[in-house]
């Protein structure tokens, strides 16, 4: 059975200071990983695709990064705002048209 | 653009109801359409995929039904609704794209079964 660990659970920071999610799977034979992000009582928003083929992706304060050998993949967000409170989920294609989802890390940024 | 459209937003049904939830996509041909459920305090778990018309995949054994009776609707269905079947049904869809299926999600539907 393919795995996704997002450790911790729940993290609360102080606006401004950077984040950073984990994520680790278990099976290293990925096809790409997704980060989304899940406001409260609504739906998933992509935020970034990494390829397997790729190391890691930018977009605007976002970066993920992807280490397939070790079976993690890291998404930082600079300078946080309270705005990015969320809900943060990775997800992990194995070239199976499905995705397999870590349980979430939800951030919480004090103002 | 592409967009993706989920109906009703928030259901109440008794036990042993009926059950029709609607998923429509649009700016795309011939996506390929998912079912998941998320469960208070639980994490996504995938019903049902479809690559194409009459194509469906079930992932879970449950009361739970899908069907794809064109290329851009998916819905989901059961005869009798349990307890268990309330959470938050989420559509998603995805394509091709430069070697990965990056999936997109509606608005989704809130379930409670009373």
């Known amino acids: 059975k393919q795995e996704v660990t997002q450790i911790p659970a729940a993290l609360s920071v102080p606006e401004g200071e950077n984040l950073v999610l984990n994520c680790s799977f278990t099976?290293?034979?990925?096809?790409?990983l997704q980060w989304f992000r899940q406001d409260p009582g609504k739906g998933l928003t992509s935020l970034l695709l990494?390829?397997?083929?790729?190391r890691e992706q930018t977009s605007g304060r976002l970066n993920a990064s992807l280490d397939k050998s070790s079976g993690r993949s890291t998404l930082y967000i600079a300078a946080s705002q309270p705005g990015d409170s969320a809900t943060y989920l990775c997800?992990?294609?194995?070239?199976?048209?499905?995705?397999?989802f870590g349980a979430g890390t939800t951030v919480t940024v004090r103002a | 653009s592409q967009t993706i459209h989920q109906w009703p937003a928030t259901l109440v049904q008794p036990v042993g109801s009926p059950l029709s939830l609607e998923c429509t996509v649009e700016?795309?041909?011939?996506?390929?359409l998912y079912w998941y459920r998320q469960a208070a305090g639980r994490g996504l778990q995938l019903l049902f995929y479809?690559?194409?018309?009459?194509?469906i995949s079930s992932e879970v054994p449950q009361n739970l039904s899908a069907s794809r009776p064109q290329d851009r609707q998916f819905i989901l269905s059961s005869k009798k609704l349990l307890l268990s079947d309330s959470g938050f049904y989420l559509c998603?869809?995805?394509?091709?794209?430069?070697?990965?299926?990056?999936?997109?999600f509606g608005p989704g539907t809130r379930l409670t079964v009373t």
């Open positions: 998603a869809w995805s394509s091709r794209q430069g070697g990965g299926y990056e999936q997109y």
């Open positions: 099976d290293s034979a990925i096809y790409n």
């Open positions: 990494i390829q397997s083929s790729q």
């Open positions: 997800a992990v294609d194995y070239n199976d048209y499905k995705l397999s």
């Open positions: 700016g795309t041909s011939n996506p390929n």
């Open positions: 479809s690559v194409g018309i009459g194509q």
